[in-house]
Structures are given as C-alpha cells and as structure tokens.
C-alpha cells in the first residue's frame, strides 16, 4: 500500500545548483499537486496537474517547473536552487482535481545553502 | 486578512479533556470544509470533512457556520495520541459555478495532550 511516494527524503544543495524531486502515485488518481510548507506559513500550492497531459500554476510557482510524465509520475524542478527555496516539499494527488481527500506523500526536507 | 485563518495555539490539555478550534475563512464563495491532521515532521492526513449540518466521527466533531463564516473540530475525551497540529482547510471557486477553484490551508492550531 505505497499510496504517494516522493523521493528523496532529504536533499542539501548549494545556491546555484540544480534538482528534481520526484513522486509517483499507484492509486490511479487523476491529480497531482506539488505544495511546500514552511515554519508559520500554512501549505502553498506551488504547481498542479488536473490530469495526464496537463500543469498549471499554483499560488508560488516562481522558480520551479513541473514534469507530469504520465498519470503516476509528477516531478518538480528546481532549476538553480535558492536559500528562500528551502522548505519541506509535499507531493499529493486525489482522484479528482481538488477532490477530498489528498493523498501526501511523506515529504522531502531541501535545504539550500 | 488572511483567506483561512486559526488560532496557532499551542493548547496544551490534560488526557480526557474537551478541546475545541475554530477556524475562520473570508471568501463566501468557499464551498467546502475540511480538517486535516499533521504529526510533528509528517504529512497533513485527512481526518474529516465538514458538512452545513454538522458531522460526528467517534469523539470528534466538526461544525459548519455558513453565516458566520467559521468551521469548528471538538476533540471529547483526548488521548495523548491525539497530539498534532490540526489544519483547517477550505475549497473554493474561482468562478461561480465552476469547478476551478483552489484548497486553502490554514497554518494549523497545535494540539498538545499531557498525561
């Protein structure tokens, strides 16, 4: 019963570098979310993808990208890795865009030095 | 304002206990209502919606007040098990009618169960 699995659990990179943090689902849901959290500040969507084939923006979406490579796999992208990007990254999906519950995976914990 | 908003805590309540949080939202296109549960360095985990007339799952409840706009968790009978940040989270359109909207996350409201 993997459900959402994100990998790595912990990543250290240096100012500059690049990244992808990658998540796969086996519950044969429609959509993903990528989400960071961090201390005081609730969960913010950073991107999502409705369903296969398609991403959009979410509400901090700036200095990422996102793959959705088929239904199970969605991958973030940090392209040149900044000190503000340090966070705890969440993958999640649910059957249907925004349809309760979200499923999360358990996390990666990226610091950017 | 803040879209969603809770009381960071923490409350910190003896085992057996009645606890209670609440929640406000400011968008009255909000639609639906949900707590999620978080465990110190682990991932938000759905507990339960909340519905306009109110739901029961064992020794919790969820209320929804559409007038006031605010949604309240009682926990009855705390088990120290039942220590986590409990998070307040809303859906919303973006267009009347549509199904394009948004989950907002509230900070969480820390709970703490002592022996």
């Known amino acids: 019963n993997a459900g959402v699995t994100q990998t790595p659990k912990f990543q250290v990179l240096k100012t500059g570098q690049s990244m992808t943090l990658q998540c796969a689902q086996d519950?044969?849901?429609?959509?993903m979310y990528w989400y960071r959290q961090d201390p005081g500040m609730g969960l913010r969507l950073i991107y999502y993808?409705?369903?296969?084939?398609?991403?959009d923006k979410g509400e901090v979406p700036n200095g990422y990208n996102v793959s959705r490579l088929n239904k199970r796999e969605f991958s973030l992208r940090l392209e040149s890795a900044a000190p503000s990007q340090t966070s705890v990254y969440f993958c999640?999906?649910?059957?249907?865009?925004?349809?309760?519950?979200?499923?999360f995976g358990n996390g990666t914990r990226l610091t950017v030095t | 304002r803040k879209e969603v908003e809770q009381d960071p805590g923490p409350f910190n309540v003896p085992e057996g206990a009645t606890v209670a949080f609440n929640c406000t939202y400011s968008n009255s296109a909000s639609q639906s209502f949900f707590w999620y549960r978080q465990d110190c360095r682990k991932e938000p985990k759905l507990l339960m919606s909340?519905?306009?007339s109110g739901n029961e799952d064992g020794r919790f409840t969820a209320q929804l007040n559409r007038a006031s706009q605010y949604i309240s968790l009682l926990i009855r009978d705390s088990k120290l098990s039942d220590s986590a940040t409990y998070l307040c989270?809303?859906?919303?359109?973006?267009?009347?009618?549509?199904?394009?909207?948004?989950?907002?996350f509230g900070k969480g409201t820390k709970l703490s169960v002592k022996p």
């Open positions: 989270v809303v859906f919303r359109t973006m267009n009347y009618g549509g199904s394009q909207g948004n989950l907002i």
């Open positions: 909340v519905y306009s």
């Open positions: 519950m044969n849901h429609n959509s």
């Open positions: 993808s409705a369903s296969e084939g398609t991403t």
């Open positions: 999640a999906s649910s059957p249907q865009l925004y349809n309760s519950p979200l499923h």
